[in-house]
């Protein structure tokens, strides 16, 4: 084992004894990415900030669910991720679940962004889609996950997650397209 997993192993097993030093260099190794994981979700700094520090209040108070099978970032970014759907949830999102027989599903990826386009303005352009197509493609393109975990974390089935992540593609297409982008 190397000696990064082991100071990480063991700094975790501080926490779990409640040693604040050892919160305060989990927080300070992770608040970074964690934060830019909640800005992704929440697009408004204040608030991916609360949606970290409750992310991190939770997690220690969790820690003992903490399985080191996986790794504790990708642990702890799935509670950010969560915190911030759940904060979603309450403002009343809903995510539409799609009949089976109205799917029309392809993997054809065959349109190339303008390289003079800024990732700012692919951002805006995500931005502006409908909330449950902005975070199936934000889990799925910025996050990393797979339409399983998509599945799970947002309790819709993979058909759906499927669906919704390509008409999330089809109308960021369609607004790239308007704008010339694309």
């Known amino acids: 084992m190397n000696q990064t997993k082991f100071l990480h192993r063991d700094l975790i097993k501080k926490c779990k ?4 030093k050892a919160q305060m260099k989990v927080y300070d190794l992770y608040c970074d990415a964690m934060f830019k994981t909640a ?22 108070q969790k820690l003992n669910q903490f399985n080191e099978s996986v790794a504790f970032g990708a642990w702890l970014k799935k509670i950010v991720i969560n915190q911030c759907l759940d904060y979603l949830k309450r403002r009343k ?3 539409v679940e799609i009949n089976e027989n109205h799917l029309q599903l392809s993997d054809e990826d065959n349109w190339k962004v303008q390289s003079s386009i800024s990732i700012d303005q692919v951002y805006y352009a995500i931005e502006q889609l409908a909330e449950n197509y902005k975070i199936t493609l934000k889990l799925f393109l910025l996050e990393g996950y797979d339409h399983q975990e998509i599945a799970q974390i947002l309790n819709i ?26």
């Open 17 to 20: 004894k409640n040693n604040c």
């Open 157 to 182: 089935t993979e058909v759906a997650s499927r669906s919704q992540l390509f008409r999330a593609k089809n109308k960021l297409k369609e607004m790239l397209k308007q704008k010339n982008y694309a």
């Open 93 to 95: 999102l809903t995510i």
């Open 39 to 60: 800005f992704n979700f929440m697009k408004d700094k204040a608030l991916a900030e609360d949606m970290m520090q409750e992310s991190f209040i939770k997690a220690f």
